[in-house]
């Protein structure tokens, strides 16, 4: 998955587990509970996933510069304020769960045999997919036409399984 999927999928998490509207983190309001969410999805992309601090912004749609202030007051915020720490540890602990409970590959031609197998083809390399889980790594050859056909092939495949794809 990009570091956006990835990124979005959290955001959805920390509204199911909060009982906040879908893509409310999203939305322009400064109400306390959306807030809050935001800043702890943003934190949690940042620390566990090192999610760029522009592609959070994109998706909360909300400026960089907003990020790294809420790095930076995250520390202090869960020392001072009860609130904050009950949501970043309810949260913390649902993606906890969810990502442990995701296989990985330990061997690369498993992985490749396994995106295969389930539906992703190979063809005329011009854009090279790579494809990481675990300690595997395989690299995925497709034609600029049928990219973005092998790339969701590659999500379906993938779906029960903690993995990575990039663009090379």
């Not at 809420?70 to 520390?75: D, G, I, L, T």
């Not at 904050?84 to 969810?98: C, G, L, M, P, Q």
Request: hydrophobic share 35%; charged share 25%; proline share 1%.
């Amino acid at each position: 998955m990009t570091t956006e999927d990835n990124f979005k999928d959290l955001c959805n998490l920390t509204t199911s587990v909060l009982g906040l509207p879908k893509g409310s983190l999203g939305e322009k309001t400064r109400k306390q509970d959306i807030q809050i969410a935001r800043t702890v999805a943003s934190v949690i992309a940042r620390t566990e996933e090192d999610t760029h601090q522009t592609v959070i912004a994109k998706v909360i749609n909300r400026d960089r510069s907003l990020i790294y202030h809420y790095e930076k007051m995250h520390k202090s915020n869960y020392a001072t304020w009860a609130k904050y720490r009950d949501v970043f540890n309810k949260v913390y602990t649902a993606y906890k769960d969810i990502s442990s409970s995701k296989k990985t590959f330990l061997d690369s031609d498993f992985l490749k045999s396994h995106l295969l197998k389930n539906g992703v083809k190979e063809s005329k390399p011009q854009v090279l997919l790579e494809v990481t889980s675990g300690e595997a790594l395989c690299i995925i050859k497709t034609s600029y036409f049928d990219f973005s056909n092998q790339l969701e092939n590659v999500k379906l495949a993938m779906s029960n399984y903690n993995y990575s794809a990039k663009i090379l």
